[in-house]
C-alpha cells in the first residue's frame, strides 16, 4: 500500500481516540495532529517539519493495549522505520526526539516544568523525569535538536478543544509531495513507471 494511504488509514482508524488536553479537556488524537501539524506550518517551519509535527504520535496508533498507565509505551520509536524509508531523517529524528525533548525542556526551562499538563507529568515520570547536565549537553549537540523541542512546543499546545484546522486531505496531499521531493522518489516512480 501506499504510506500515504497507510498514513491515512491509520489516522481514519484511530484519529478518534481520546487526547488528553491542557486542562484535561479531551480533544482526539486526530485533532492533536492536525492542531500541531498547524502550529508548525504558522512558525513558517520546512515541510519535513510539519510533516513531523503531523505524524509525531502515530506510534499510538497500533492495535493492542497502549493504556497502560505504568509503562512508558515508547511511542516515539514505533513509527522510526516507515518514516525514515518514506520521508527521511528531516521527518523522523524530531518525532524520535520529541519525548526527549520533554525530559530536555523541563530541565533548562523552569517555566516549562510548570506548564505541563497534569498527563504531561505523569508520563514524564514514565520517561525518566528531567535531563541530568550531561543528558543536556548531549541532546544539544544532536542534528535536529532544535526541531525536536520545537516539535515538542507545538505538541503541547495542541490540545484545544473545538480549534478550527486544515483538514487532514490538507496534510495528505503535503505529505505526498514531501515524499516525492526527497531524494530517492524520482527512482521509485521510475520504477514504478518501468513496470507499468
Ligand atoms: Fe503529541
Known amino acids: 500500500m501506499d504510506v500515504v494511504a497507510h498514513i491515512e488509514t491509520l489516522f481514519r482508524t484511530h484519529g478518534n481516540r481520546r487526547y488528553d488536553g491542557a486542562r484535561g479537556e479531551p480533544v482526539s488524537a486526530l485533532a492533536h495532529a492536525l492542531q500541531c501539524a498547524q502550529l508548525a506550518e504558522w512558525a513558517h517551519a520546512d515541510a519535513t517539519l510539519v ?42 529524528e524530531p518525532v524520535r526526539l520529541h519525548v526527549a525533548a520533554k525530559r530536555y525542556l523541563v530541565a533548562t526551562l523552569p517555566e516549562y516544568a ?11 515520570a514514565l520517561q525518566g523525569g528531567p535531563m541530568s547536565a550531561q543528558e543536556v549537553e548531549d541532546f544539544d549537540a544532536l542534528p535536529y ?52
Do not use: C, N
Open 51 to 92: 510533516a513531523a509535527a503531523l505524524l509525531h504520535d502515530i506510534g499510538h496508533f497500533s492495535d493492542g493495549d497502549l493504556s497502560d498507565e505504568l509503562q512508558d509505551d515508547r511511542h516515539e520509536v514505533r513509527p522510526l522505520p516507515l518514516l525514515r524509508e518514506h520521508f527521511g531523517m528531516a521527518v523522523a
Open 114 to 124: 510548570a506548564s505541563l499538563s497534569p498527563a504531561s507529568v505523569h508520563s514524564l
Open 145 to 196: 535538536a532544535r526541531q525536536a523541542v520545537a516539535l515538542r512546543r507545538w505538541d503541547d499546545l495542541a490540545k484545544v478543544p473545538g480549534k478550527t484546522t486544515p483538514s487532514l486531505d490538507y496534510y495528505l496531499v503535503m505529505l505526498d509531495e514531501l515524499r516525492q521531493s526527497l531524494p530517492g522518489a524520482r527512482f521509485q516512480r521510475i520504477g514504478a513507471l518501468d513496470v507499468a
